[in-house]
């Protein structure tokens, strides 16, 4: 299972991204979808996650400010991140996971994309 992100971008301090993902091949089924960051110099760290049945954990940094959602029938997770600050700055990946076709477990990763802030 392949995941494709987009949305990624350079913006001011107060500003808005809206990040995709969007899952492709033979799945089955899909569980969690997430988001995490990694910014530089500093270990990846789950951003928001939202599982099948729509339970949401964020991130104690982007509370508020942060809102995952997901569309099923389109296999794809979304991050509207609203007043951006610097600290926001980094790589973010979507990551997904569920079972593909045969009922294989599949845990896919995206290619990340760059979030920055800077006035």
């Known amino acids: 299972v392949q995941l494709a992100e987009s949305g990624g971008g350079l913006v001011q301090p107060g500003e808005f991204l809206r990040l995709s993902c969007a899952a492709s091949?033979?799945?089955?089924?899909?569980?969690?979808m997430g988001w995490y960051r990694q910014a530089p110099g500093k270990q990846r760290e789950e951003v928001a996650r939202i599982t099948r049945g729509g339970r949401i954990n964020y991130a104690d940094s982007v509370q508020g400010r942060f809102t995952i959602s997901r569309d099923n029938a389109k296999n794809t997770v979304y991050l509207q991140m609203m007043n951006l600050k610097p600290e926001d700055t980094a790589v973010y990946y979507c990551?997904?996971?569920?079972?593909?076709?045969?009922?294989?477990?599949?845990?896919?990763w995206g290619q990340g994309t760059q979030v920055t802030v800077s006035s």
């Open positions: 091949g033979s799945i089955v089924g899909i569980y969690d």
């Open positions: 990551n997904m996971d569920g079972l593909e076709r045969g009922l294989k477990a599949f845990d896919s």
